[in-house]
T-cell receptor, first 115, second 113 residues
Framework: AQRVTQPEKLLSVFKGAPVELKCNYS??????LFWYVQYSRQRLQLLLR??SRESIKGFTADLNKGETSFHLKKPFAQEEDSAMYYC?????????????????FGDGTTLTVKP | KAGVTQTPRYLIKTRGQQVTLSCSPI?????VSWYQQTPGQGLQFLFE???????NKGNFPGRFSGRQFSNSRSEMNVSTLELGDSALYLC????????????FGPGTRLLVL
């Protein structure tokens, strides 16, 4: 069964420090990995996805298939990065993929960036 | 483009009642997924609808059901409400199925007394 694990419920760093939010997954097949973010009083929104290989707001995430990880990193955290971050896994539509269309989210990590 | 909208935003019900929540996806989006968000369980996948058909379902009892209309709008229904159904119910839409970016609504907060 697909599973996404975010081992840290809470993460606190100082402004300007590097930050890494961990995400590990278990899968069967070739899933697509995402990071979603929820800022205070805002709706959940996409931060980045593996397939686009973009850097959004200074964040990057590298897919490590050997370690089944998709950790989110930023070299210099900003106070406006304080938010809840969710790692998510989805399956593409392929023949005989009963998981297609189903998304699995981790429990989320609350990041606090202190001044 | 208008974002995903959900109605109502807040709801208070008592045990045993039933509730219907509504979701209007972004124009042109044909896939709608529903999630239950609670502090203890995080985001749990309920079901996915595409072209008026339920395509996938999470591990929830049969009291949870849904449907999708020809204009892609979706509703979910919970019958015989239990205290544990108190949660934020999120709807997300995407253009198609599979590994697509999902766009979330603001959620409907349901409190069961």
């Amino acid at each position: 069964a697909q599973r996404v694990t975010q081992p840290e419920k809470l993460l606190s760093v100082f402004k300007g420090a590097p930050v890494e939010l961990k995400c590990n997954y278990s899968y069967s097949g070739s899933p697509e990995l995402f990071w979603y973010v929820q800022y205070s009083r805002q709706r959940l929104q996409l931060l980045l996805r593996h397939i686009s290989r973009e850097s959004i707001k200074g964040f990057t995430a590298d897919l490590n298939k050997g370690e089944t990880s998709f950790h989110l990193k930023k070299p210099f955290a900003q106070e406006e990065d304080s938010a809840m971050y969710y790692c998510a896994l989805s399956y593409p539509i392929t023949y005989n993929n009963t998981n297609a269309g189903k998304s699995t989210f981790g429990d989320g990590t609350t990041l606090t960036v202190k001044p | 483009k208008a974002g995903v909208t959900q109605t109502p935003r807040y709801l208070i019900k008592t045990r045993g009642q039933q509730v219907t929540l509504s979701c209007s996806p972004i124009s042109g989006h044909r896939s709608v997924s529903w999630y239950q968000q609670t502090p203890g369980q995080g985001l749990q996948f309920l079901f996915e609808y595409f072209s008026e058909t339920q395509r996938n379902k999470g591990n929830f009892p049969g009291r949870f059901s849904g449907r999708q209309f020809s204009n892609s709008r979706s509703e979910m229904n919970v019958s015989t409400l239990e205290l544990g159904d108190s949660a934020l119910y999120l709807c997300a839409s995407s253009k198609g199925r599979g590994a697509e970016t999902q766009y979330f609504g603001p959620g409907t907060r349901l409190l069961v007394l």
